[in-house]
């Protein structure tokens, strides 16, 4: 069972010629074949002649991953950053290598994503660390934001694993502990077939996520915030998670309000 608004758009993968982008290319194949989707290659550059080469290389990698998985590629020219929140938003989800290049070339994925993660207009997931195996998937419950806990069941139930529940609090007592179970309650009645573990803890959240992220498949946090001002932004949390995660990192989105369109934002 989904909950998730069912979304027809191609899983959409950056390519930049590194190892860590033919990474994300391996994760969003197989996540595109658990979807049921196509998978798009999108390269964003300056330099048309390496584009081309880096994304037959990259499709290469995906046909090798997932035989038979319908693949399309696409080379553009313009500003990576903006090209790619654009993308997002025909996209069912964006997936992109922490690190880039670093030789100077555009476009260097690893020194955008977090900015990506902010202000994509589709869950952003960063593929690092660990990208296959057993484990749970965990989700970190920060303020009122449902949407890591959508997405996080969600991905648990197409991989036929378990959800852990992760909630960090200054003084974690019962009034926490019965908060999360009742907010989880509704979840776990939508998906019947996913065990769920509730976690509270103290301290630093990424401290607590990083700790049952070692063990994980996938964590999955939100950005804070709804309407213009949402995801400009990453919290500290996102932010070390997605330096330090020992598996891929998924941000995902509260969807904007049909009056309020996701900005881009002018830096980008």
Not at 46 to 66: K, Q
Not at 78 to 104: C, F, I, K, T, Y
Not at 202 to 210: D, H
Request: glycine share 10%; charged share 20%; hydrophobic share 45%.
């Amino acid at each position: 069972m989904t909950t998730v608004p069912p979304r027809e758009e191609p899983v959409v993968v950056g390519v930049d010629g590194s190892d860590s982008a033919l990474d994300a290319v391996r994760w969003g194949a197989t996540e595109s074949v658990r979807r049921r989707l196509p998978l798009r290659l999108l390269h964003v550059c300056s330099v048309p002649s390496l584009g081309r080469d880096w994304l037959r290389e990259a499709a290469a990698a995906a046909a090798a991953t997932e035989p038979g998985l319908a693949v399309e590629t696409s080379l553009q020219v313009g500003d990576p950053r903006r090209n790619l929140v654009a993308e997002s938003a025909h996209a069912s989800m964006l997936v992109l290598g922490w690190r880039g290049l670093g030789s100077g070339l555009q476009p260097l994925l690893g020194s955008v994503a977090q900015q990506l993660a902010a202000h994509a207009r589709a869950p952003v997931v960063v593929a690092r660390g660990r990208l296959s195996g057993e484990g749970p998937v965990v989700a970190g419950v920060a303020g009122l934001s449902e949407a890591a806990l959508a997405f996080a069941f969600d991905e648990a139930d197409l991989r036929g694993t378990a959800v852990v529940a992760v909630h960090v609090a200054d003084d974690p007592g019962p009034t926490e502990e019965r908060a999360l179970a009742l907010r989880l309650r509704e979840w776990e009645g939508k998906f019947p077939g996913v065990d769920v573990e509730a976690v509270v803890l103290s301290g630093k959240p990424s401290a607590g996520l990083l700790e049952y992220g070692a063990a994980a498949q996938l964590i999955v946090v939100g950005t804070r915030g709804r309407g213009a001002l949402a995801g400009l932004l990453l919290g500290s949390t996102s932010q070390a998670l997605l330096r330090h995660s020992p598996c891929p990192v998924a941000v995902a989105h509260e969807p904007p309000a049909p009056d309020r369109p996701t900005p881009v934002c002018p830096e980008l």
